[in-house]
């Protein structure tokens, strides 16, 4: 059974500051990986899908990749700001969508 | 917003109650799920419909029924709640079954209240 982990389990940041969030899997043989933000009381949007063939992908400040054989990905935040205060999640695709408990980010002015 | 429309937003229910949860997308996928979201806990996977088809029930209790009458619309039907099924109930939908190389888009959730 895939298992998702999210480390750390909260983060705490001054504004501009640039972060990176990991996801561990445990079964690497998967079809996709895909980070997710989500506000208090909200659903998810996603962020960035990189497929198993895939290294990185990349959208404005965030920068995500994928290392397949060891079981990580990282999301990298350049230039944090306040508004990226949420939980950010990570999903693994093999025969199911598979999360972590996710990464709770505050980014402080 | 995502494409992906759930209501209602917030339900508070008795457990003797019948309520449903609709979700609803206009995407053109063909496939849809039901996760349950509980304090502290990651999502759970509870139901996966591709073409209208159940193709996973992830060992979920009775009294949680689905129903998908086409690709664009799935139910949540729920019966004698226990408070512990209190969570927010997310959907989503995804081009293709199995999630395979397609990216997933979430509803905005239902936060389910049983009392």
């Known amino acids: 059974k895939q298992e998702v982990t999210q480390i750390p389990a909260a983060l705490s940041v001054p504004e501009g500051e640039n972060l990176v969030l990991n996801c561990s899997f445990t079964?690497?043989?998967?079809?996709?990986l895909q980070w997710f933000r989500q506000d208090p009381g909200k659903g998810l949007t996603s962020l960035l899908l990189i497929q198993s063939s895939q290294r990185e992908q990349t959208s404005g400040r965030l920068n995500a990749s994928l290392d397949k054989s060891s079981g990580r990905s990282t999301l990298y935040i350049a230039a944090s700001q306040p508004g990226d205060s949420a939980t950010y999640l990570c999903a693994v695709t093999n025969n199911d969508m598979r999360f972590g408990a996710g990464t709770r980010l505050t980014v402080k002015p | 917003e995502t494409g992906v429309t759930q209501t209602p937003r917030h339900l508070v229910m008795g457990m003797t109650n019948k309520k449903s949860l609709k979700c609803e997308q206009h995407l053109g996928h063909n496939a849809m799920y039901w996760y349950k979201q509980s304090a502290k806990k990651p999502l759970e996977l509870m139901f996966v419909?591709?073409?209208?088809?159940?193709?996973e029930n992830n060992s979920v209790p009775s009294r949680f029924s689905p129903e998908c009458p086409n690709s664009s619309h799935l139910f949540l039907h729920l019966h004698t709640l226990q408070p512990e099924d209190s969570a927010l109930y997310l959907c989503?939908?995804?081009?293709?079954?199995?999630?395979?190389?397609?990216?997933?888009?979430f509803g905005q959730g239902t936060r389910l209240t049983v009392v």
């Open positions: 989503a939908s995804s081009p293709q079954g199995r999630q395979g190389n397609s990216e997933a888009f």
């Open positions: 419909y591709n073409f209208k088809e159940q193709t």
């Open positions: 079964d690497s043989a998967i079809y996709n």
